[in-house]
């Protein structure tokens, strides 16, 4: 029996489809550009005298390297959008061919049609993630959700206050590893979408997380591991609670999560590249090959510049506690 796309995803919040994209033809090239990436590093970062050495290592070890030269803001170069903050002519940022191919990827468009309907935009809220294993994480960035833990929130929370609200947000999330509850795979509120959008805060480390909750714990809510294969896509409600649990194995855990929202309506981080991907009328679709969403992007960047930052959202979401989550609850 043919899976209901839309009827599962407006009951839990979310909804894993299986066997979506082909590891060599989808995932491989951006692994191999998050590859290039690293040794350009190692050019730049490492002793004359260790370059030979470290050029031969595997993935994951070349990455763990890196990692232990404590180079500023590291996985901002292996992330697929611009920093958030001190923006600047050299700010750099993953955005190669294969991130475009796999944006714009029609088996990806496909499934979000089924929720969004045919018009379709790119969001710039976007990431990429490669986390170590948590053991090798240094303890300042234990809660960074870019490399360690990411904390339960929503992903509406992120946007600016008409993206929060006036914005249908769909968060296909990408693992390029096989991910388990061992390696530190996300963790869903089941049908938490239903209670809107909840106030936020700033946790300790600075990472934007949902106001109250410990309330998910103590109301014993239903909690589901979302687990995946690679080659499996997972969609999530602008809603819905989420989170992702620690990588307590012995290997990386890679994914990234792309989004999309019905053309149209607010990016939520403007002026970042938002276009159309998908639509009945072709002619809306300008923005068609590699060199123009670079280009995008590099215009952009140069409006950033003048005030130093790409993006900033409202916190609290709300300004009274009606929307805590323990109130919602």
Same mark, same amino acid.
């Given at each position: 029996?043919?899976?209901?796309?839309?009827?599962?995803?407006?009951?839990?919040?979310?909804?894993?489809?299986?066997?979506?994209?082909?590891?060599?033809?989808?995932?491989?090239?951006?692994?191999?550009?998050?590859?290039?990436?690293?040794?350009?590093?190692?050019?730049?970062?490492?002793?004359?005298?260790?370059?030979?050495?470290?050029?031969?290592?595997?993935?994951?070890?070349?990455?763990?390297?890196?990692?232990?030269?404590?180079?500023?803001?590291?996985?901002?170069?292996?992330?697929?959008?611009?920093?958030?903050?001190?923006?600047?002519?050299?700010?750099?940022?993953?955005?190669?061919?294969?991130?475009?191919?796999?944006?714009?990827?029609?088996?990806?468009?496909?499934?979000?049609?089924?929720?969004?309907?045919?018009?379709?935009?790119?969001?710039?809220?976007?990431?990429?993630?490669?986390?170590?294993?948590?053991?090798?994480?240094?303890?300042?960035?234990?809660?960074?959700?870019l490399v360690g833990r990411t904390p339960w929130h929503q992903?509406?929370?992120?946007?600016?206050?008409?993206?929060?609200?006036?914005?249908?947000?769909?968060?296909?999330?990408?693992?390029?590893?096989?991910?388990?509850?061992?390696?530190?795979?996300?963790? #869903?509120?089941?049908? *938490?979408?239903?209670?809107? !959008?909840?106030?936020?805060?700033?946790? @300790? &480390?600075?990472?934007?997380? +949902? =106001?109250?909750?410990?309330?998910?714990?103590?109301?014993?809510?239903?909690?589901?591991?979302?687990?995946?294969?690679?080659?499996?896509?997972?969609?999530?409600?602008?809603?819905?609670?989420?989170?992702?649990?620690?990588?307590?194995?012995?290997?990386?855990?890679?994914?990234?999560?792309?989004?999309?929202?019905? #053309?149209?309506?607010? *990016?939520?981080?403007?002026? !970042?590249?938002?276009?159309?991907?998908? @639509? &009945?009328?072709?002619?809306? +679709? =300008?923005?068609?090959?590699?060199?123009?969403?670079?280009?995008?992007?590099?215009?952009?960047?140069?409006?950033?510049?003048?005030?130093?930052?790409?993006?900033?959202?409202?916190?609290?979401?709300?300004?009274?506690?009606?929307?805590?989550?323990?109130?919602?609850?």
């Amino acid at each position: 029996m043919a899976q209901n796309i839309l009827k599962e995803f407006n009951k839990n919040g979310f909804v894993k489809i299986k066997n979506v994209l082909d590891y060599k033809l989808d995932l491989e090239p951006v692994l191999n550009d998050m590859a290039f990436i690293m040794n350009r590093l190692i050019h730049r970062f490492v002793k004359e005298k260790n370059k030979k050495r470290v050029l031969g290592f595997n993935f994951k070890k070349k990455y763990s390297y890196l990692v232990g030269l404590n180079i500023p803001e590291l996985d901002q170069y292996f992330n697929i959008r611009l920093p958030q903050g001190n923006i600047n002519v050299n700010s750099d940022f993953f955005a190669s061919q294969s991130i475009w191919n796999l944006i714009i990827n029609k088996k990806i468009i496909n499934e979000v049609t089924k929720i969004l309907g045919s018009e379709v935009s790119s969001n710039p809220c976007q990431n990429s993630r490669i986390k170590q294993p948590e053991k090798r994480i240094s303890s300042k960035n234990i809660n960074d959700g870019l490399v360690g833990r990411t904390p339960w929130h929503q992903d509406a929370g992120v946007m600016n206050r008409k993206g929060q609200k006036g914005t249908e947000l769909v968060t296909c999330w990408i693992p390029f590893t096989k991910t388990r509850i061992e390696n530190g795979c996300m963790l #869903a509120v089941k049908s *938490s979408h239903k209670f809107g !959008l909840v106030n936020h805060e700033t946790g @300790s &480390k600075g990472q934007v997380e +949902i =106001k109250g909750k410990e309330a998910i714990e103590k109301n014993k809510l239903t909690t589901v591991p979302l687990e995946a294969d690679v080659g499996d896509i997972i969609l999530l409600n602008r809603y819905l609670l989420h989170c992702s649990l620690p990588n307590k194995s012995k290997n990386f855990r890679i994914s990234m999560d792309l989004r999309y929202n019905k #053309a149209g309506q607010p *990016s939520g981080r403007d002026p !970042l590249p938002s276009f159309i991907v998908n @639509s &009945k009328n072709k002619s809306k +679709i =300008k923005v068609q090959n590699y060199k123009q969403w670079i280009a995008l992007w590099e215009d952009a960047k140069n409006k950033c510049i003048p005030r130093k930052w790409s993006y900033k959202y409202p916190l609290p979401t709300f300004n009274h506690s009606k929307r805590d989550l323990p109130n919602l609850i």
